[in-house]
């Protein structure tokens, strides 16, 4: 038996395949993209808001005008530990914008700044490096943070009003809002994850 040649050229079948392909590739992409931002809307929604950070407080860690994620579920199940950045309301007054800053004492750390370093319960503190602090307002004698209260400064210690000052003092736990976990990009500064 001898199986007859088709007549003519058979790109045309070649080419259509090749163009399945393509359409099925970018569907393809598109579902991955609509995935991520449903994904992305539903983490928002669910485990925390979105803010801006307003000022120079957090720079190089946050710079000013960058938004965050917040996560408001993560301290449902624990507490805020030494070196986690979170956003509170200053003095509980939720009218306010929220305050980013990086915890450095929890309840019953003593703190004190010497010779413009900090130190916590006697021992330089190590989490995050410091520079020469040149404010040591309620850390110019030993602080004790009390129950249910967070010591926290800005990583731009030098240009943050934190907790070394009396109008805001230690942050009591109800005042916390959540862990910023995340900065968005823009055109000066990267995004990623907050550490």
Do not use: W
């Not at 928002?44 to 960058?66: A, D, H, N, P, W």
């Not at 956003?87 to 450095?104: C, D, M, S, T």
């Not at 989490?127 to 400064?153: A, H, M, W």
């Not at 109008?167 to 055109?187: M, P, S, T």
């Amino acid at each position: 038996m001898f199986r007859k040649k088709k007549k003519g050229l058979s790109f045309y079948t070649k080419e259509k395949k090749k163009s399945a392909v393509n359409i099925k590739e970018i569907l393809v992409y598109i579902y991955i993209v609509v995935a991520a931002l449903l994904f992305a809307f539903v983490t928002v929604f669910l485990f925390g808001f979105r803010c801006k950070v307003i000022g120079s407080s957090m720079e190089k860690t946050i710079y000013s005008g960058q938004n965050v994620l917040v996560n408001e579920m993560v301290y449902l199940v624990g507490s805020p530990k030494s070196g986690d950045v979170i956003a509170f309301y200053p003095n509980g007054n939720k009218e306010l914008h929220p305050y980013v800053k990086r915890v450095v004492g929890v309840p019953g750390q003593t703190l004190e700044v010497v010779g413009g370093k900090l130190y916590v319960d006697g021992s330089l503190y190590e989490d995050y490096s410091y520079d020469f602090i040149e404010y040591e307002g309620l850390l110019d004698n030993p602080y004790e943070v009390q129950k249910d209260e967070y010591f926290v400064l800005g990583d731009n210690v030098n240009t943050s009003e934190d907790s070394r000052y009396g109008n805001l003092g230690a942050i009591k736990e109800d005042y916390i809002i959540g862990q910023v976990y995340f900065k968005f990009g823009d055109e000066n500064h990267g995004m990623g994850l907050v550490k």
